[in-house]
């Protein structure tokens, strides 16, 4: 199988931040897509800000089921394991390893060849099927992350790396689902708590869209410009 190429752009990707993106269909979810996670409220305030902001630019926003099966994610994480244990460490330096990484490369070595295959094949039907529902629509709106920022190794566990690779998934329930559908995704802070700490929101288009999403991405910034801001300790 000879696999997919994206067109060229029309022009720069500079040049596309400072283009129109005429009135978009924005689609949106927040329900999280790999995992259960709870939802700090910040984060839903920072979606819900997002979507009166896309609105009142004069976008149209409407609420979409999770594209993205959950039956998806065991797939995906073998597919992941895999190509953690395909990647080659030099000779000497395998103590340097995280125990995440080495725990998911033990779990790729287990993966046989039909196996993986198979595995392709299943990642890119639920890839394919998770484009038609956003289909209609031009961005897809979700949070970035489920929680706040937390502190540098809040979440790495190392004496379990199972159960690090399972808050790693906690956190971030939303951004896989665009490795596995190929859609290009930007993450905009337009949100800043009380404290000063920034909530991102994620805008992810159609593949090979980028122009469009920096457009729309542009337009944000230039509506609610967050250069000024710095989190603590910046």
Wanted: negative net charge.
């Amino acid at each position: 199988m000879i696999p997919p190429r994206a067109p060229p752009p029309l022009g720069s990707f500079l040049a596309a931040c400072d283009r129109d993106p005429g009135r978009l269909r924005v689609a949106r979810f927040i329900t999280p897509v790999i995992t259960d996670s709870e939802i700090d409220p910040q984060v839903r305030t920072a979606r819900d800000e997002a979507s009166a902001l896309l609105a009142g630019l004069g976008h149209e926003v409407v609420d979409i089921e999770v594209p993205l099966p959950r039956e998806a994610v065991a797939t995906f994480e073998l597919c992941w394991a895999v190509l953690t244990a395909l990647a080659e460490v030099p000779e000497g330096r395998e103590h340097e390893i995280r125990p995440l990484t080495r725990w998911l490369a033990e779990r790729g070595r287990a993966v046989s060849g039909p196996e993986f295959g198979l595995a392709i094949g299943q990642l890119r039907r639920y890839a394919a099927d998770a484009l038609v529902s956003p289909a209609p629509y031009d961005p897809v709106l979700t949070p970035t992350l489920a929680t706040l920022p937390p502190f540098v190794g809040a979440l790495r566990d190392d004496e379990d790396p199972a159960a690090d690779f399972e808050a790693q998934k906690r956190f971030t329930p939303w951004t896989s689902a665009r490795n596995v559908t190929g859609m290009p995704a930007i993450s905009l802070p337009l949100h800043w708590t009380p404290d000063g700490l920034p909530v991102g929101v994620m805008l992810a288009a159609r593949p090979a869209e980028e122009e469009l999403l920096l457009a729309a991405s542009a337009e944000l910034e230039a509506a609610a410009p967050w250069h000024h801001l710095r989190p603590p300790g910046w």
